[in-house]
């Protein structure tokens, strides 16, 4: 996705500071073992990608600067930062961008085929690294989402999304993706969904009656059916 709108929410003059930054000390280039990237060149305020888009790349900026914007639930412009040469962008458990990316300068990147990161992470640490801080990332954003839509989120739509990054998490760390690493008390994981403990009790019981999931007396859950999980968080 390409486009020509852009926010004005950087600094005025920032496009014309000079030399679009490049690889240095503190943003080395990272190669990528057998993966042959193509490149992308973006003019100021080209979009790379959208937030809601379809994630099908993964990218490494060579050149310039981006602008990674997340929105709003009701479309404004929230948290924003800037993505320098070396850092990876499109990576995570989500299957749609939860952020937009553009250029505020002339930029270069690289797109590799996201379906080929969790073989090429596996003889590269520093892309299994950046793959695990964005899959955290998404985590909180998607954790802080559901909270913020608590009066729209159904209290199982909450814990479901809450399951399934936890899931994520568990395959990048080379676990069973079906189990969680530890017990987690109720009271704990009520906080983080911003639920009454009883609500979220009543949730793990409809989950477990549908035989989405299975739960030992520690509290440990079992997912039986991911894929029916999935769907339930995506409501």
């Given at each position: 996705m390409h486009s020509a709108a852009y926010h004005d929410c950087v600094s005025p003059g920032y496009a014309d500071r000079g030399t679009?930054?490049?690889f240095n000390a503190r943003h080395p280039r990272i190669e990528l073992p057998d993966l042959n990237g193509e490149l992308i060149a973006l003019q100021s305020k080209e979009a790379l990608f959208?937030?809601?888009?379809?994630?099908?790349e993964f990218y490494r900026v060579d050149a310039g600067v981006l602008l990674i914007s997340t929105p709003e639930t009701d479309g404004s412009l929230g948290e924003s930062r800037l993505a320098f040469p070396g850092e990876y962008l499109g990576l995570g458990f989500l299957s749609e961008h939860p952020s937009s990316a553009r250029a505020i300068v002339a930029s270069t990147v690289s797109s590799y085929p996201l379906n080929k990161v969790d073989e090429t992470s596996e003889h590269c640490p520093v892309l299994r690294q950046k793959l695990?801080?964005?899959?955290?990332?998404?985590?909180?954003?998607?954790?802080?989402?559901?909270?913020?839509?608590g009066h729209r989120a159904p209290p199982i739509v909450r814990v479901a999304n809450f399951l399934v990054a936890?899931?994520?998490?568990?395959?990048?760390?080379?676990?069973?993706?079906?189990?969680?690493?530890?017990?987690?008390?109720?009271?704990?994981l009520a906080g983080l969904l911003n639920l009454d403990q009883d609500v979220l009790?009543?949730?793990?019981?409809?989950?477990?009656?549908?035989?989405?999931?299975?739960?030992?007396p520690d509290f440990r859950v079992t997912i039986g059916d991911l894929k029916r999980l999935g769907a339930l968080a995506a409501v």
């Open positions: 679009p930054p490049t959208l937030a809601g888009e379809k994630k099908n695990n801080e964005a899959v955290q990332l998404e985590f909180n954003q998607l954790r802080e989402k559901a909270v913020a839509n936890a899931s994520h998490i568990a395959l990048l760390e080379g676990r069973c993706p079906n189990l969680t690493s530890d017990s987690i008390t109720p009271g704990v009790i009543a949730a793990f019981t409809q989950m477990m009656n549908d035989q989405l999931i299975s739960c030992d």
